[in-house]
């Protein structure tokens, strides 16, 4: 099986910051990785699919990067709707989900 | 504009069975694989099953394999997760979501159902 790890687990940051989350998986998924975000209580909502393609209707702060077995999600400025839960997700083979990383304010 | 509506959970003794279900409307449910993944309190998502466009291929997480039966119904629009012999560890919210192959990312979900295994 395929194991994800994200890190940091937990993310301290104010509005405006440049936030990085990273998620590495245990063998090369070679660009099959998500990136959703989730708030509490809700669905997760899909920002980001084979790396680095913006999902439709998601801000452009927004962005992926990465292959094989490194990859990275980038929030350029961190707005308030931004605190949230962020999760990877390899869909190489089946489909495993990282820990997850709570972004807070700080 | 894709709904995605999860029934069935509930309360349950250890031991016990469910049967979890998913309505589909907005998209042509029978073009699509289909994903239940579930989310412990307090804990991160884990994916749990998926099942192909017709129902003819089925892959399990090891956590559940042999205990949990997912199908769907095309017809109906429907999708299930027959959960059986059930662990205080199987408590959780069950979210479906639609896939585009059994190996996806998902960009639709419903808003979850709530599974609590406990005497």
């Known amino acids: 099986d395929i194991q994800m790890t994200q890190s940091p687990s937990t993310l301290s940051a104010s509005v405006g910051d440049r936030v990085t989350i990273t998620c590495r998986a245990s063998q090369s998924i070679i660009n099959w990785l998500a990136w959703y975000q989730q708030k509490p209580g809700k669905a997760p909502k899909l920002l980001i699919y084979?790396?680095?393609t913006l999902e439709s209707g998601v801000p452009s702060r927004f962005s992926g990067s990465g292959s094989g077995t490194e990859f990275t999600l980038t929030i350029s400025s961190l707005q308030p709707d931004d605190f949230a839960t962020y999760y990877c997700q390899q869909y190489n083979s089946y489909s495993t989900f990282g820990q997850g990383t709570k972004v807070e304010i700080k | 504009e894709v709904q995605l509506v999860e029934s069935g959970g509930g309360l349950v003794q250890p031991g016990g069975s469910l049967r979890l279900s998913c309505a589909a409307s907005?998209?042509?449910?029978?073009?699509?694989?289909m994903t239940w993944v579930r989310q412990a309190p307090g804990k991160g998502l884990a994916w749990v099953s998926a099942?192909?466009?017709?129902?003819?291929?089925?892959y399990y997480a090891d956590s559940v394999k042999g205990r949990f039966t997912i199908s769907r119904d095309n017809s109906k629009n429907t999708l299930y997760l027959q959960m059986n012999s059930l662990r205080a560890e199987d408590t959780a919210v069950y979210f479906c979501?639609?896939?585009?192959?059994?190996?996806?990312?998902?960009?639709?979900w419903g808003l979850g159902t709530l599974v609590t295994v406990s005497s």
């Open positions: 979501a639609k896939a585009y192959g059994l190996g996806s990312y998902y960009a639709s």
């Open positions: 084979k790396a680095s």
């Open positions: 099942i192909s466009a017709s129902g003819g291929s089925t």
């Open positions: 907005g998209f042509t449910f029978s073009n699509y694989a």
